[in-house]
């Protein structure tokens, strides 16, 4: 059986879409490197099931950013303010806190993540789910001018 | 026996073909860095020592720093499941978690695990599937009249 049957035999068993005899006989040919995978693939969904995370699709960064840099701005440090005012970067914001931002992430209709779609090519990373307590996260994809990835930054922001 | 020649290069390129799927399928064990950046307002540059990371440092959202120095550099070879620890200068730890590797349809190479920052009252967990040598940077905790930057990358071979 090649590799990539057994690590879809490996997701299903984790997913639980084995029925019993099936299961019985991937469960029987688990090899250590294997039963690591299960405790990681645990690990994460069991993160992202208790995921605080929210995305919103077509959202502007400057609106997320703003609140950011509103929340900076009485502090000493500059605010990555560049990103409100350079509107060639698109980028898609993950708002992700405690429960008040979640709140107030719900009052401006965004939606949970599950899994978004990973971008095409380059320094591309999908931030599949964040999970934050006593600050608050912002995710930023940027792309260039040309609609090429230029990487993702994690903002983070600690609550006072 | 015309045929038998024939068979045995077929089946030698069946073999040769599954050998390379296999290679192309088979780095499951990562090479992970977490590099720890110090961001500062006043002018100085980035340190030589983080040219390849000058074009991500030099743009949006990192404007406002002029400076950038790398405070550590760790490696830490991984299998799937595996994690490494890292003491962040912030007095944070830091765990990064190697889930697995995947090709993706068009050849793309992600690597994909999570990266736990913990310390004092605050904590975040960023999981991630990241290009292969790419760089996921994670950014804004304070730390001495700056910002600091982690930034993350893995190659799996």
Not at chain 1, 84 to 97: E, K, L, N, P
Request: hydrophobic share 45%; with cysteine; proline share 5%.
């Amino acid at each position: 059986m090649g590799k990539r049957e057994d690590m879809e035999r490996l997701h299903r068993l984790h997913d639980g879409e084995l029925d019993a005899e099936a299961r019985a006989a991937v469960e029987a040919g688990l090899s250590d490197d294997d039963r690591a995978r299960l405790a990681a693939m645990d690990e994460l969904g069991a993160a992202l099931r208790h995921t605080a995370s929210a995305e919103a699709d077509g959202f502007d960064v400057a609106d997320a950013v703003m609140a950011a840099i509103g929340k900076q701005a009485t502090a000493p440090l500059p605010a990555p303010t560049p990103i409100t005012s350079a509107r060639r970067w698109r980028a898609r914001a993950i708002w992700a806190s405690t429960a008040a931002t979640l709140a107030a992430a719900a009052a401006a209709a965004l939606f949970l993540v599950t899994r978004p779609a990973i971008p095409p090519h380059g320094d591309a990373c999908s931030i599949e789910s964040l999970e934050v307590s006593g600050e608050q996260a912002t995710v930023l994809d940027l792309t260039d001018a040309h609609g090429h990835d230029t990487g993702t930054v994690v903002w983070l922001d600690e609550e006072d | 026996m015309l045929g038998t020649p024939r068979l045995a290069i077929a089946l030698g390129a069946c073999l040769v073909a599954v050998a390379a799927q296999a290679r192309a399928e088979a780095p499951d064990v990562a090479r992970c860095a977490v590099r720890v950046v110090l961001a500062l307002p006043q002018e100085g540059g980035v340190a030589p020592e983080l040219a390849p990371l000058n074009a991500r440092l030099t743009r949006p959202p990192f404007l406002h720093w002029k400076t950038f120095r790398q405070l550590s550099q760790e490696e830490h070879t991984l299998k799937p499941g595996e994690s490494a620890d890292y003491k962040l200068p912030s007095g944070r730890d830091g765990k990064l978690v190697y889930a697995e590797h995947a090709t993706l349809a068009g050849g793309r190479h992600v690597v994909r695990g999570s990266f736990r920052v913990e310390g004092g009252k605050s904590s975040a967990r960023t999981m991630f599937a990241l290009d292969e040598g790419g760089s996921l940077l994670i950014a804004g905790h304070r730390y001495d009249d700056g910002i600091l930057i982690y930034a993350l990358s893995c190659t799996a071979h």
